[in-house]
């Protein structure tokens, strides 16, 4: 099973841009599709951004042209690009990767806090 821990998460001003970091360790993420999560207090847990084996990707409608996943698969790293931050934005970001074949996303990091606040 990969294990997965991310970092990056900070205070940052609204407008602003910050770049998550997701390290992966125990299996390469090439064998995986990976997703980029978020929870903010009192809401469900939701879906940000994946990107497939194949290095297709998909993004919500909340973060379609302002977050960007993207991976390196040398370093077996997988990042969030985030720009033009809103509060609303402002989460716990999780990292998360899919097996091939399970309908659910199997492996979880721990959390970053992203807050966006002036």
Not at 21 to 36: D, F, K, L, P
């Amino acid at each position: 099973q990969v294990q997965l821990v991310e970092s990056g998460g900070e205070l940052v001003q609204p407008g602003g841009s910050l770049r998550l970091s997701c390290a992966a360790s125990g299996r390469t993420i090439s064998i995986y599709a990976m997703g980029w999560f978020r929870q903010a207090p009192g809401k469900e847990r939701e879906l940000l951004a994946s990107i497939r084996r194949s290095g297709d990707t998909y993004y919500a409608d909340s973060v379609k042209d302002r977050f960007s996943i993207s991976r390196d698969i040398a370093m077996n790293n997988v990042y969030l690009q985030m720009s033009s931050l809103k509060a609303e934005d402002t989460a716990v970001y999780y990292c998360a990767a899919q097996r091939v074949g399970s309908g659910n996303y199997d492996s979880w990091g721990q959390g970053t806090q992203v807050t966006v606040s002036s």
